[in-house]
């Protein structure tokens, strides 16, 4: 099935460890979206990128760190520079930026113990 | 700069009743429009778009939404709601003239008591 696969689903990381998550597509799309999701404040984006090998900054990337070598995969990076990383991680894409709706994957949960 | 309100944080409503969650925006100039709904811990999955058209739109699982360009809303409606409705609901904006990924509002968390 065509889709967006996050994993893991949860990861538990200690204090001062980077860790990746990864965030594959077969719908074929250039965008790729990531954003982080904490209660009360909705969707903030993190990165996304229009196209392979480019990628852009959202509102709150500091911490944060992405690729996009393949088409299909934009994997982002939760540096030790992240103050708070403890958060629900969406990745998503897009056909097209400014008309096409967002597909997202399932999200992956970090907690930092 | 473009904005997305929800103003509610949470919407009770009891099931067969219509439902409405609201959604103002703001943008430079004319918007693209998302709803989008999300169960625990899962993604979220799209509803229904505003681009141009019809002001009004329907979506999935009996949804639909008003643009009103002069309120600058676009308030999420269904005439009769389910148990199973009960979620957290987005809406999303993107200027037309801008070339930057959609911003969403802060979530309207629905609850549909039986």
């Known amino acids: 099935d065509g889709g967006i696969t996050q994993s893991p689903k949860y990861l538990f990381r200690k204090e001062g460890q980077n860790v990746t998550l990864s965030c594959e597509q077969n719908?074929?799309?250039?965008?790729m979206y990531w954003y982080r999701q904490d209660p009360g404040q909705g969707l903030r984006l993190i990165y996304y990128?229009?196209?392979?090998?480019?990628?852009q900054k959202g509102d709150i990337a500091e911490g944060y760190s992405v690729s996009r070598e393949k088409k299909e995969s934009f994997p982002l990076t939760v540096t030790s520079a992240q103050k708070n990383p403890t958060a629900f991680y969406l990745c998503?894409?897009?056909?097209?930026?400014?008309?096409?709706?967002?597909?997202f994957g399932e999200g992956s949960r970090l907690t930092v113990l | 700069a473009q904005s997305v309100a929800q103003p509610e944080d949470q919407v009770n409503v009891a099931e067969g009743n219509p439902l409405t969650v609201k959604c103002t925006y703001s943008?430079?100039?004319?918007?693209?429009l998302f709803w989008y709904v999300q169960y625990p811990n899962r993604g979220l999955q799209f509803l229904l778009k505003?681009?141009?058209?019809?002001?009004l739109v329907k979506g999935s699982y009996g949804f639909e939404a008003e643009f009103n360009k002069s309120q600058t809303s676009f308030h999420l409606k269904k005439p009769s709601a389910l148990v199973s409705d009960s979620a957290l609901y987005f809406c999303?904006?993107?200027?037309?003239?801008?070339?930057?990924?959609?911003?969403f509002g802060k979530g309207t968390r629905l609850s549909v008591i039986a």
């Open positions: 998503a894409s897009s056909g097209q930026l400014n008309t096409g709706e967002l597909f």
């Open positions: 719908l074929n799309h250039d965008a």
């Open positions: 990128s229009q196209i392979v090998n480019d990628f």
């Open positions: 943008v430079s100039g004319n918007p693209y």
């Open positions: 505003y681009i141009t058209g019809d002001n």
């Open positions: 999303a904006v993107r200027d037309i003239a801008g070339n930057t990924p959609l911003v």
